[in-house]
């Protein structure tokens, strides 16, 4: 194995043996999504059996909605605690003395992010399957598209958490449980974008996750896919993930200048 | 050569200049102390070398590698050791090791891991979670991650501190050993005036994060007329130079 891979599959190696020996880690990576699931689906069944085909119709992006959330705010917490891991178990010290690359920090976290994603996302998937006779998998091949702009926009968002832990320190650990939930609204997760008001709109469509949850709704309820809402998700990621990317640099340098590295955690 | 070469090192914390100036070199194979009380600038030296903290001005140079430029490559050739910087304590003992052999990569680790718990005892203590140790057997195993990649450079920042007189002694014991036996580098900060008199050639007293004085232990001692480096400590710390030579 090539030293950089090596290095990456160190730091990763460090979650999953904590993982082994933490079943609390382990019931945490699911229950949240297994637990939005069961309120959401017998929400979507509640009204499927009130309105008929049009409740089903709702109720079945009301689910896709959900699951493909998950997809973004797992994979962003999933990079954002495996760096907040290192800051409790005050190990930060270790690691930016070890030849390990930020670049390679980045990758290993992106790595645990994919696994924490899967581990809390699959079980709420086959939940969703199993109880409420929802198959995610019916949107085609076009799903792992929607997988990847919505992955790739938590990793861009987590790493603007990394960026303003390392320079204000432990008291921006908040943002990695909550700074998600604020682009949610403009998401269009769980509505068009049209029902925003107009000066929102511009907003909404500067979120990649926007023209995922439109192109969601096309495939779900028209059948289409909607390949200019997934260009542009894909575009609005490479700028939003250069830019979170600057950020990091520009922080993680910041922190090399003031001392932060060496009292991150208190 | 110089397995460390500081030159004109500064640093400055908005109004606080934390360090100021200094100059040092450490001879390859040699022991070096840094010493100097609290707030002399140790620590933000020792974080300057190892590149967790960009100087304000001045040069350091780690087995011919600018560490500005090029401090993975030195890094990768470096290790470190302090009480302060703990390893996760639900891994065990070997996963912790098994980390930084990864990082580090380390050849055969499997191999290496065995060795260093035979030399430093921990064959007892390998499967049990870090946080479980006794203060003793974790200076051990942070010993062991500081030599898991056989280190050419190694910094110490008070590596016997908070243990008993019989284990430090040990610790000091293995540290005078794998030095002879690797030729390795050695920059030891403490407080423990009687370990660096053991331990080093060479000594730099910091005060104020600037150097005030240097030379072996035997030329501090003859410099102040005292016979122990903790009267020398004090001479310097309280600035009693001159009263003492005379």
Redesign the interface.
Do not use: C
């Given at each position: 194995m090539k030293?950089m891979f090596?290095?990456v599959?160190?730091?990763m190696?460090?979650h999953l043996?904590?993982y082994r020996?933490?079943w609390p880690r382990l019931l945490e990576l699911a229950y949240w999504p297994v637990l939005q699931m069961c309120i959401w689906g017998f929400t979507a069944r509640f009204l499927a059996a009130r309105l008929g085909n049009p409740g089903l119709l709702a109720g079945a992006t009301l689910l896709g909605g959900v699951l493909l959330w998950e997809v973004t705010l797992r994979s962003q917490m999933g990079m954002s605690i495996s760096f907040l891991?290192e800051i409790w178990?005050?190990?930060l010290?270790?690691?930016?003395?070890?030849?390990?690359?930020p670049i390679e920090l980045i990758a290993a976290l992106i790595g645990m992010s994919v696994i924490r994603m899967l581990m809390g996302v699959l079980p709420a998937i086959l939940l969703a399957w199993g109880l409420y006779a929802f198959n995610l998998f019916t949107l085609g091949p076009v799903l792992i598209l929607f997988f990847a702009n919505l992955m790739i926009m938590g990793w861009a968002v987590a790493l603007g958490v990394v960026s303003l832990i390392l320079r204000h320190g432990a008291g921006a650990e908040p943002l990695a449980w909550g700074v998600l939930f604020g682009l949610a609204p403009f998401s269009a997760v769980f509505y068009p974008v049209s029902v925003l008001p107009s000066f929102l709109r511009p907003i909404s469509y500067a979120l990649p996750t926007t023209h995922v949850f439109e192109g969601m709704r096309a495939a779900l309820l028209q059948g289409v896919i909607r390949w200019d809402h997934l260009a542009a998700a894909f575009v609005l990621n490479a700028v939003w993930l250069a830019g979170a990317a600057w950020l990091f640099s520009r922080q993680f340098?910041a922190a090399?200048?003031?001392?932060a590295?060496?009292s991150i955690g208190e | 050569m110089n397995a460390i070469q500081v030159e004109n090192l500064t640093k400055r914390?908005r109004d606080v200049l934390a360090v100021d100036d200094i100059s040092f070199v450490a001879p390859a194979g040699a022991t070096v102390g840094l010493l100097g009380g609290n707030g002399a600038g140790k620590?933000?030296t020792i974080?300057m070398l190892?590149?967790?903290?960009?100087p304000t001005s001045g040069r350091i140079t780690v087995l011919g590698h600018d560490m500005a430029k090029d401090r993975?490559a030195a890094?990768?050739r470096?290790?470190?050791s302090?009480p302060y910087?703990?390893?996760?304590?639900?891994?065990?003992v070997r996963?912790n090791m098994?980390?930084?052999?990864?990082?580090?990569?380390v050849p055969c680790m499997d191999e290496r891991i065995a060795a260093l718990a035979r030399e430093l005892d921990l064959g007892e203590i390998l499967d049990r979670?870090a946080g479980q140790l006794s203060a003793g057997q974790k200076t051990r195993v942070a010993l062991a991650?500081a030599l898991i990649n056989r280190p050419a450079v190694l910094l110490l920042d008070e590596p016997t501190a908070s243990l008993d007189p019989d284990t430090g002694d040990l610790v000091r014991t293995w540290l005078e050993q794998y030095r002879a036996d690797s030729g390795c580098t050695i920059l030891l900060a403490s407080h423990n005036m009687a370990e660096v008199e053991r331990l080093c050639s060479h000594v730099i007293m910091l005060k104020s994060g600037q150097v005030v004085d240097r030379g072996s232990p035997k030329d501090l001692l003859d410099r102040y007329g005292r016979h122990d480096l903790e009267d020398v400590f004090l001479d310097i710390a309280r600035d009693r130079r001159h009263a003492a030579a005379a």
């Open positions: 030293p090596r290095r599959w160190g730091l190696y460090r043996a904590l020996r933490s891991e178990s005050r190990n010290g270790h690691i930016f003395v070890s030849p390990l690359r340098h090399r200048v003031s001392g590295l060496i | 914390y620590t933000t974080a190892l590149g967790l903290l960009v993975f890094l990768a470096m290790n470190f302090s910087v703990a390893l996760p304590s639900r891994l065990t996963q098994r980390v930084y052999g990864h990082l580090y990569d979670p991650k």
